[in-house]
């Protein structure tokens, strides 16, 4: 095969992996938001066909003898198409590297597992869900030993999700953090609550709606290439950048839950619209990592969205949509309320200072879990045992304790520190960004705009063009610095509660 010949035949395979996985993600976009209920099994086999040509498409011998052409001339490749070769080299090796019955046995596990999950947190019966995380845990253990080079297990799960991230940068990283927000959370617990009743007044959901589409304005998210729905559970999908989808679920009694679903979404459609068109339909029209997407996320949630600047921005919004709620709320009321922090037990309730110890929690568990040090059956023991060291908060059961997430049930080992990571990526971006620009000036005017157009020039345009430590060497011209993150925790909420 010519050099030539095998870069046509890339540019021909990664448009057609887009095609697959465009008419996919409309299916599945399509069976959360408004699919009537009997059409589950119909889609499923839909479904069931187009992931089996997709992974046809990745998986043969042609392909391989392609990407074996490619990578053997890669010196002679331009920087993008030789990191096109790298990912899709990485993930035909993900692919084939789990033999093929195994892969199928361990995705029906997944899918019964869910299933168990789902009535095991129901009716906190932790000891119906055991056996299936038992078997969960021993596939990845194995699955772990699939992949070379890693110094543990765990370290070679933690790859999938954030390439280069190890357990021995982690844990530096997570004790230092403990240290440093330990006492903070302590000091902040022992003030008087702010006041947040405004917030759980009733707000009718077609005014909420109408509140979505005005937060997306302020975002400045363009409504020809992005769209809302509404889910159960809020996600983000972008297909290409001119077609993005975010989902936000509303509450009737709390209106930031959906103002902040919105916001969240919004930062992960804001990365996805702002990669580069020379990108489209290649397989770098992607995050550089699931930490590196959490970070743009969190950066317009917390760091900008829950802002005093921001607030300010907001509250002539809050008003003209909801004049009797807002009617005796002002700025520091609004900012007060919208940061308040207590040790709480659910982490997708929890605020951003309490945030990063229920995700230290469970990497703790599923290190030892895969390392085989700790049994399925000790889990929730040490679980609540944890919550209390770290947290000083009681669990009443495992419903609220170690059957709250949905994560392990799927087989996601080591993918909670990417959370952790994508706010500490996020803080250190902000501080590079106050260098070289007035960030706060801008917000508090409600123009977002500089503050996306310096995102979109260091991160968004290069989608996965980097590695997650490259792209966040392009955005601040540093090397990970987790102090960034601590450092802006420390100071926002000592201003908060005048510590
Ligand atoms: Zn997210």
């Known amino acids: 095969m010519t050099l030539s010949a095998a870069i046509e035949e890339l540019n021909i395979l990664e448009k057609n992996m887009h095609a697959y996985r465009h008419a996919m993600g409309v299916l599945s976009l399509d069976s959360a938001t408004c699919a009537p209920a009997a059409s589950a099994p119909a889609r499923s086999e839909t479904m069931g066909v187009l992931s089996e040509a997709r992974y ?15 990578r053997e001339q890669a010196a002679a490749l331009d920087v993008p198409v030789r990191r096109r070769v790298e990912v899709l080299w990485e993930s035909y090796q993900d692919t084939t590297r789990i033999p093929v019955r195994e892969y199928v046995d361990y995705s029906r596990l997944c899918a019964q597992a869910d299933a168990v999950w789902h009535r095991a947190k129901e009716e906190n019966d932790f000891a119906a869900f055991a056996p299936y995380l038992e078997k969960l845990v021993a596939y990845n253990r194995r699955f ?19 390439k280069g991230a190890t357990t021995a940068m982690l844990d530096p990283y997570f004790a230092s953090l403990r240290a440093r927000l330990t006492p903070l959370i302590r000091a902040v617990s022992e003030k008087p609550a702010p ?15 109408l509140f979505s589409q005005r937060l997306m304005a302020l975002l400045g998210l363009d409504p020809a290439r992005c769209v809302i729905g509404e ?41 996805e619209l702002g990669m580069g068109e020379d990108l489209q339909f290649t397989c770098l029209a992607d995050g550089a990592s699931m930490g590196i997407h959490e970070s743009q996320s969190r950066f317009y949630e917390n760091l900008i969205g829950r802002s005093l600047p921001f607030c300010k921005a907001l509250l002539p919004v809050m008003r ?41 929690i469970r990497y703790e568990l599923e290190k030892r879990l895969i390392a085989g040090d700790m049994k399925v059956a000790e889990l929730p023991e040490a679980w609540n045992a944890m919550y209390r060291e770290y947290l000083g908060v009681e669990v009443p059961d495992d419903r609220q304790g170690v059957l709250q997430d949905t994560h392990w049930s799927g087989g996601a080992f080591g993918y909670f520190p ?35 157009a310096w995102l979109g020039e260091k991160l968004h345009r290069h989608g996965k063009l980097f590695t997650p430590a490259q792209a966040l060497q392009s955005a601040c011209g540093a090397p990970f610095d987790p102090d960034c993150y601590a450092d802006y925790l420390t100071k926002k909420y000592s201003g908060l509660y005048a510590l």
Not at 195 to 209: A, I, K, V
Not at 234 to 262: C, K, L
């Open 320 to 360: 003209e949509c909801f004049p009797e709620q807002m009617r005796d709320v002002d700025v520091p009321t609004l900012y007060r309320a919208v940061n308040v922090s207590r040790p709480s037990l659910i982490r997708t309730e929890a605020d951003e200072l309490t945030y990063p110890l229920h995700i230290m």
């Open 418 to 452: 990417s959370y952790a990571l994508g706010s500490a990526y996020g803080a250190q971006m902000l501080a590079r960004m106050e260098q070289e620009m007035d960030v706060w000036g801008a917000v508090e005017r409600g123009d977002l705009q500089p503050v996306t």
């Open 144 to 162: 772990a030993g699939y992949k070379t080079g890693f110094a543990t297990p765990y370290d070679a799960l933690l790859d999938d999700y954030e």
């Open 231 to 271: 889910t159960e559970h809020p996600f983000t999908d972008g297909f290409n950048r001119w077609d993005v989808r975010i989902t936000t679920h509303y509450q009737e009694y709390d209106v930031s839950a959906s103002m902040y679903s919105v916001i969240h979404e919004g930062g992960h459609a804001l990365y």
């Open 195 to 209: 006041r947040t009743d405004f917030l759980h007044l009733r707000y009718p959901l077609p005014e909420q709606r």
């Open 56 to 70: 046809r498409l990745l998986v043969n011998p042609r392909t391989e003898e392609m990407l074996r052409t490619l």
